[in-house]
């Protein structure tokens, strides 16, 4: 520290002068313990000069009052240091200190009063006027034209006293400055704390969820920052809490790096916010002393019948709860309790506003169609919804966002999605963008379900991409290919096109085969590897239907062999529909030919063992003998795999004959189809049956198995007859008539068409 090592230099002896430079440097940077042990170890070396014994002193002094701004020290000692020393640095340091300790006990007028009657006046005593006292106008004029000829002690009190009259904009600038020319721990920290008063000052006000990317990125970029401080500080440095307790609280205790630092450090985090820290401690450390505490009754509750029957009664007795007694009873209550207190007018408590007063009535009786499906799309949430959404928009800022968030799942889960989106339209504002949080996610996926893919449309495009997951992304592809605006569609599909989500793939599939980009769909299935897939999913089966239907066969039967060999039991039904899919193909490439080579796998044999006809899949070297498989190096695989056709052949007590022998794919299709048709318990609309090659014979056989009396039914009202036929029997060739009709008549039902086609 510069204005340090002058007087360093000039009046410690050489031995000491490093040991002294590092305890400044310990004090400065906020390790204190560290600073203390080294001014002990030196102090109690003999015959020190006075200014030495001094200045050990007055190190100790300030390494109080940095760890304690009210930490206990002797004006007497200070007073005699400065009126004694013939040294001006000495003299300026305790001067500072001395000054500082007036302040905090008697004020600025007595602060001034001895600043003014002291000759001597230093860079310490400098910094702590420029911190207390100096006029906005004096510190900004420093600041733009005297900043160059400061120290940095005054330095930093220049940036305290900016703070002071909350000039954060110029602080931060002389933060930066600070940073360049004075670089250590603890001007970052400095610095750290300019860059959050500012932004503080910019969102004051502001929700977390409702913030644009660029306020969003602000915080996240001052909370790394922080974490790198607080890693190198090892979690020593106090002044970081005021950094990490309100960025917890702001971001809707979002971040688990910082919840990691309150659990370890929840004394601290007391310090800044005591009410905060009690409600930390029951909810993440298991505190068990606040017995009033819901999350407390609640534990107590599940062990306790008696008490919990108490607790019930007791919110259930008052026609006038508040929301927190409603969310504990609700996790509570098993039967119509609750509901029955809601029918006789029950409430919850809400400020003087009439809108506060209709969401807590909302919050009611969506509780009502949740817990009873017979009243659901009551009539009276209609009236509370309705009377809501006539409100201005500018009302329901003082809503808050966590609580809409909550009645929008509230919403979604009974099926009002319209209603859900009503209430979103009128919470968000007008902003020119936003970053994808957890209230636009929700507002976005309740456009895109309610079928208002202009309004989807609109906010997608405000909502910065930073954060935005790509099921958004796959839905505003969605729309796109569905009312062909194609220069839109493939304009997202080049901004994301190493995304691997399968179903943003499929439809990149749709859209190329819409624009006629062959060379584009061949690219795409080629960057596909059917290895990479570890799990059956829904995804993966209609990316698979997609590709197999575009003609790439191979893609079908690669997967399928490889999902039945992994498990047989598990993937038999996602192995089915591929291989049915293939058989239905028409259109195809390459003439689909089962590759007789696939790795791991020998062939598949049809085979007769004693009398009783099995097909199995022959898998090279493996130890796996089941129903379904055999190891190549098992007797009856190498007896079956050197046998003629309906050869018969003896394998200790077995008499196999060889029927087939067939590529994988064809025995891994037939084992598919007979595990399913075992396992069909009448759910499945899958039926197998055998059927004797004479022609005659076979259309017996399938006779039998046709109903022998059609039942009497309106084919337009049957839900398995696909839609488009079903409304050209509606009204064949008026396609907007049939679809009015299938609108307005309640007998039609229309299932949700796939997105993507």
């Known amino acids: 520290i510069e204005n340090y090592n002058t007087f360093i ?37 003999k015959n020190q000069t006075k200014e030495v014994n001094d200045l050990f002193l007055l190190l100790r002094i300030k390494a109080d009052l940095v760890e304690d701004a009210n930490s206990h020290s002797e004006f007497s000692i200070l007073n005699e240091i400065v009126l004694s020393s013939n040294n001006e640095m000495i003299k300026d340091l305790s001067l500072s200190l001395l000054l500082r300790l007036e302040f905090n006990k008697f004020g600025k007028d007595r602060m001034m009063d001895r600043y003014n009657a002291t000759d001597v006046k230093g860079p310490f005593s400098r910094a702590l006027l420029l911190e207390l006292t100096l006029s906005e106008e004096v510190l900004q004029e420093r600041a733009s034209t005297g900043k160059h000829g400061l120290t940095e002690e005054e330095l930093i009190g220049l940036i305290s006293g900016l703070f002071r009259v909350k000039n954060f904009e110029t602080a931060l600038d002389v933060a930066i400055f600070l940073v360049d020319y004075f670089p250590s721990y603890n001007s970052r920290v400095i610095h750290l704390f300019a860059r959050g008063m500012l932004l503080n000052q910019d969102i004051v006000g502001d929700d977390y969820w409702l913030l644009s990317q660029k306020e969003k990125d602000r915080i996240t970029s001052l909370i790394e920052e922080t974490l790198k401080l607080y890693t190198e500080s090892e979690g020593n440095d106090f002044r970081l809490f005021n950094v990490i307790v309100p960025c917890y609280l702001f971001t809707k205790e979002s971040d688990e790096r910082l919840r990691d630092i309150c659990k370890k450090n929840i004394e601290s985090v007391d310090k800044i916010d005591h009410e905060f820290a009690n409600d930390f401690r029951i909810l993440h450390l298991n505190d068990q002393e606040q017995e009033s ?69 909302l919050k009611l009786y969506l509780y009502v169609e949740q817990n009873d499906v017979s009243r659901r799309n009551s009539k009276i949430v209609d009236d509370i919804i309705e009377e809501i ?54 507002y976005l996926i309740g456009l895109f379900e309610t079928g208002l893919y202009q309004a989807f449309s609109s906010l997608y495009d405000i909502v910065d991409n930073t954060d935005k997951p790509i099921l958004i992304h796959t839905m505003a592809l969605s729309i796109y290919y569905s009312h062909n605006e194609m220069e839109k569609a493939l304009s997202l599909i080049e901004e994301h096109n190493a995304n ?219 839900e398995n007859i696909p839609v488009n036929f079903r409304l050209d029997l509606i009204a064949k060739n008026e396609q907007v008539k049939a679809s009015l009709i299938s609108l307005t008549d309640k007998n039609i039902k229309i299932k949700d068409f796939e997105a993507g086609g």
Not at 9 to 23: A, C, M, S
Not at 419 to 424: G, R
Not at 618 to 640: C, E, H, Q, R, T
């Open 293 to 361: 505490h819901p999350v407390n009754i609640i534990k107590k509750c599940q062990h306790d019948n008696a008490y919990k029957d108490s607790v019930i009664k007791g919110v259930l007795s008052n026609d006038l709860i508040s929301l927190s007694d409603f969310i504990l009873v609700r996790g509570l209550i098993e039967d119509t309790s609750l509901i029955d207190w809601i029918d006789k007018g029950g409430l919850l408590q809400t400020d003087t506003a009439k809108l506060s007063e209709l969401f807590s009535k």
């Open 9 to 45: 230099n000039l009046t410690v002896p050489e031995d000491l002068r490093e040991p002294v430079k590092e305890i400044l440097s310990d004090i400065s940077n906020r390790k204190i313990v560290d600073a203390k042990k080294k001014i002990d170890l030196i102090a109690s070396i």
């Open 500 to 718: 691997q989500d399968l179903d943003f793939i499929r439809l990149k599939l749709h859209v190329f085969e819409k624009s006629g980009d062959f060379s584009a769909i061949e690219k795409v299935v080629n960057n596909i590897d059917y290895k990479n897939f570890n799990e059956p999913t829904n995804s993966l089966l209609r990316l698979s239907d997609k590709i197999i239907s575009l003609g790439y066969t191979s893609f079908g039967h690669d997967l399928a062999i490889k999902f039945f060999l992994d498990s047989p039991e598990k993937n038999y039904m996602f192995v089915s529909h591929i291989c049915l899919r293939i058989m239905m193909s028409n259109r195809s490439n390459h003439e689909f030919i089962p590759s007789d080579d696939v790795e791991g796998v020998v062939c598949g044999v049809s085979y007769n063992d004693n009398g009783k006809e099995l097909t199995k899949i022959i898998v090279a070297g493996s130890s796996i003998n089941s129903n379904y498989f055999m190891s190549s190096d098992s007797p009856v695989a190498k007896v079956l795999l050197n046998s003629k056709l309906d050869e018969v052949n003896k394998v200790g007590m077995k008499r196999l004959i060889l029927k087939e022998r067939m590529p994988p794919y064809v025995a891994v299709l037939r084992l598919a189809h007979e595990i399913r048709n075992e396992s069909n318990d009448g759910t499945d609309l899958f039926q197998s049956i055998s059927l004797p090659s004479d022609p005659e014979e076979m259309i017996n056989v399938i006779k039998d198995f046709l109903p022998k009396k059609e039942p009497k039914q309106d084919l337009n009202i049957n």
């Open 389 to 442: 959404v006539n409100y201005d928009s500018n009302d329901f800022k003082s809503i808050n966002s966590t609580f809409i968030f909550n009645i929008s799942e509230d919403l979604r889960v009974v099926e009002r999605n319209n209603h859900l989106c009503e209430i979103m339209g009128k919470y968000f504002d007008n902003k020119h963008s936003y970053w994808c949080s957890p209230i636009v996610y929700q």
